[in-house]
């Protein structure tokens, strides 16, 4: 009886033993791998495709180009074809170590081994956009300034990566046999459209500006075609911008600055309404107003002056004079009804600064209005403020606003909610006309003009605004500005160009408009 047990019991020890390997032969052979190795999933993601910011004719402002990502199931064949093509080290060792796949940059999109996956992704360049201040940067894939951020849910709200999906068993390790799933990025034309000029804008950012400002405005639509802000920075060393005493940081085409004589635009419209356009005044060098004592820019007088005469030489003693002759009041709402005083908002986080504009109260001190009249004093306002005034004169007065995005589109090709054009009536078409004529004898019968372009027929006012700062040879620093338009006989452009702390408008911005207009009428 006992040996008949033990007979049985050997039989089925050896039994289970023979089931052990034809179950280990089967699964070697794959039969039961699925059922009884895989564990889970590795999925490899490369990264999304992102919207994209537009100028006016859909070309990106950013530059972009497409990134290469290996996904590599790490085996002695696969490393060594991927090995002369990887740029970032850190994620191969990582997989050598461990002998999961894993994803790393590579400089090819083609890899001549089945381990090896390429998947492509469209990405910007590490060169700054056109437009930086306008656009922003991003960093840890969120917008963080500029139209990266205010428009951040559009163009990163949608995510369809990139990505390698491994059956791997319980340590990580890809089964053998199994093929990944490979889902490539979708490709997106989706996105914001701006009324950027990308052509223009460039045009404006080789300019030889170190600090300051260049707008150009579209003058029937108010539609900003540039905006070009000096000094840039670099997105990839923000430290460095930090710390930089110019800020670059700043968007100075919405920053407020002292004004000048740019101004007198202003004081002309003015006078036009009040029917003081025939007063005339001579020009001693100097003048006073309630005691206070105002000089011109030239020592030596411009002797007798009427307003055109005064508007090309820029005399300030005649415009303050003029101001003894005005109403405060009325000057003020002029200059209400042209933009000063009033916040431009172009985006979420893209608002001009409103400037600063003295109140009628204000106004009503002799001295205050007299620095008014010219510019000076209390005053002051942004480029992108200035423009749109030009736009109004050169629109006949009808004052477009001023307008960065143009809408959305999905396809790149279309523009979706586009609103039209929107206007201010800033100003009497007669005082509109009166305003031209003043401008185009500023820069076309001024014989020291170096404002004049050589290849289309401009009108423009130059500035140049003091600030009360002094540098160390204790010579006041001055803005210099100009603002003006072309052509004369239909005009299209507007540009105004700030030089922060440039000296005289006619010396630093005017050979910048003079630039930009030809570099504008040559692009055509």
Known sequence: MYRRLTYTGVLLVMGFMVLVAVLAVHMKNGSYTQTAIRQSQTVLTAGSAEGTIYDRHFTPLEERHDAYYAAVDPTPLSLAALYPHVLEMAPVVRGIQTGEPFLCRVDTPVIDSPDVTILTLPERTAKAPAALHVVGYTAEGKGVTGLEADQDAL??????PATVTYAVDAEGKVLEGELPVVHPAAGRKDGVVTTIDRDIQLLCERQEVEKGAIVVM??????????ASFPTYDPEDL??????????????????????????????????????????????????????????????GHGLLDMKRAMIFSCNTYFIDLS???????????AQALGFGTQIAL???????????????????????????????KLTATPLQVTQMTCGIANDGDMPLARLIAG????????ENEKQPMYAKALPRNTAYFLQDMMIAAVNESENSNAVPANVFAAAKTSTAQTGRYNEEEIELCHAWIT???????????????????????????????????????LG
């Open 408 to 415: 959305y589109t999905t396809d790149g090709v279309t523009v």
């Open 347 to 377: 985006s979420g986080s893209i608002v001009s600064a409103s400037g600063t504009l003295p109140s009628a109260a204000e106004l009503e001190l002799p001295a205050e209005m007299a620095n008014f009249c010219f510019g000076q004093g």
């Open 484 to 522: 003006g338009y072309f052509p004369i006989d239909a005009p299209k452009y507007a540009v105004t160009v700030l030089v922060e702390d440039g000296g005289y408008g006619n010396d630093a911005a005017a050979p910048v408009f003079r630039a930009i207009a030809e570099g504008i009428t040559e």
């Open 218 to 227: 579209e003058v029937k639509t108010g539609d900003i075609l540039a905006m």
């Open 239 to 300: 430290s460095a911008a930090l710390d930089d005493p110019d800020s670059p940081l700043i968007d100075r085409c919405l920053y407020a600055y002292s004004v000048g004589s740019i101004f007198k635009l202003v004081t002309c419209a003015d006078a036009y309404a009040e029917g003081k356009t025939g007063f005339q005044a001579e020009c001693t060098g100097k003048t006073e107003v309630k005691g206070q004592v105002f000089r011109c820019h030239d020592w030596r």
């Open 324 to 334: 003894t002759q005005l109403d405060p009041v009325k000057m003020r709402e002029t």
């Open 155 to 160: 163009l990163r709200g949608t995510s369809d």
